[in-house]
């Protein structure tokens, strides 16, 4: 009699919990993540790896869908400028620009993709999303996918529930087209409560006047050089990342030849700490909207005075060429080593924002940022 009284308080309670989870996250209790809803994690890495079914958030007559190298370049424009007018979300969280924009959506030999969500009946758009070809690695288990890098929309037509649909569609669209592709990788601030993130991202920001004041050591090692990444010494870079990429229980990047890309193209300023000519460290930076992105650093050399100090002599040559008043730095890979010598030092942060990474339609478990590469 007891267990029947206990089973049936155990049935209650779960139903009720799984009712109240629908009824409070109808949108995301649909998706094929990781979530607090018990019983409903896959044991296989690719959660479902059938076609999607068309259901309540996919508008296929309102979704269009466009490959980028189809695009004519009255199109483009028309898209860059929405996102110009109504970013809501980039992968850099800034207002971009027609050019970089451009950049960063070519360069791949996969196809790029961007949809937008029409109104009817004057056909505009109310909201835009661009996704890009990436490499997902999980614990060495590698998966092409596809990652949002904008998302915009316009303030007449806001309404969080059009950019579900325009999402939902979006990666029914393209997994449509491109049949290798199972799982979208997209970021959202502050994440959602009943969603387990792949991982959790913290920018930092900082005043470039604050890091000016740091006392900068000369280096006294001549074998020691900090040297600027260019096409032309892009190989010696690309084979210390591929080796040093072994360290981390998530990688996402893009290709070989989009990296090349945003090097050439003077949207990645990579900078590698060589001894004796051997490449023992290096920073990836970008200079967006007047400001400092620290991508990622990797350290392999044991002397961090040595590995700070080239980071502060980084920023400063890149001072002497860019504006930035600001220095956003993340925790991932050896970034957090550089936030905690800032704070050591006593630079003064000006506010943390964080962001939640979720790998749509595949089974993981939580990686934590110093464990992580992220870049594309």
């Known amino acids: 009699m007891i267990y029947i009284v206990v089973l049936s308080i155990i049935t209650f309670s ?15 209790s649909l998706q094929p993540v990781p979530s607090s809803i018990p019983f409903c994690c896959s044991t296989k890495e690719i959660i479902d790896e059938k076609t999607l079914q068309v259901e309540k958030y ?61 109104a009817m009946p004057l056909l505009e758009s109310m909201s835009a999303i661009a996704s890009v070809p990436v490499f997902v690695s999980v614990f060495d288990r590698t998966t092409l996918s596809h990652a949002v890098k904008y998302l915009a929309l316009d303030k007449g037509y806001k309404k969080e529930e059009n950019l579900k649909y325009l999402l939902q569609t979006h990666m029914f669209n393209v997994r449509e087209k491109c049949k290798n592709i199972y799982t979208f990788l997209y970021r959202k601030r502050n994440g959602v409560n009943i969603v387990t993130p792949l991982c959790v991202v913290t920018d ?4 470039n006047n604050a890091l000016n004041g740091i006392i900068h050591f000369k280096n ?14 892009f190989i010696l870079f690309s084979s210390f990342l591929k080796d040093s990429l072994d360290n981390y229980s998530l990688v996402v990047h893009a290709e070989k030849k989009h990296l090349l890309h945003m090097i050439s193209n003077d949207i990645y300023k990579v900078f590698v700490i060589t001894e004796n000519n051997v490449i023992h460290g290096c920073f990836i930076f970008s200079v967006l909207d007047e400001k400092l992105y620290l991508h990622a650093s990797i350290k392999i050399i044991d002397n961090e005075k040595i590995f700070f100090n080239c980071f502060i002599t980084a920023i400063r040559r890149l001072n002497r060429k860019y504006t930035f008043s600001k220095i956003i730095i993340n ?39 110093e464990n992580a590469f992220i870049l594309y």
């Open 58 to 118: 996919i508008k296929l007559l309102d979704v269009y869908t466009y490959d980028i190298s189809n695009c004519d370049n009255q199109k483009l424009n028309y898209f860059f400028n929405f996102f110009q007018r109504h970013s809501l979300f980039s992968l850099f969280d800034y207002n971009p620009e027609g050019k970089e924009m451009k950049t960063s959506l070519t360069g791949y030999s996969f196809p790029v993709y961007m949809s937008t969500f029409l």
């Open 14 to 28: 779960y139903f009720s919990y799984y009712a109240y989870i629908k009824l409070s996250y109808p949108f995301w």
């Open 220 to 233: 006294e090692d001549p074998t020691i050089k900090l040297i600027s990444i260019t096409e032309e010494s």
């Open 331 to 369: 925790n991932t890979t050896s970034n957090d080593f550089l936030n905690i010598a800032l704070r050591i030092v006593y630079v003064p942060l000006i506010k943390k924002e964080t962001f939640h990474y979720i790998l749509h339609n595949y089974s993981y478990k939580y990686i934590s940022p």
């Open 204 to 207: 930092t920001h900082y005043t």
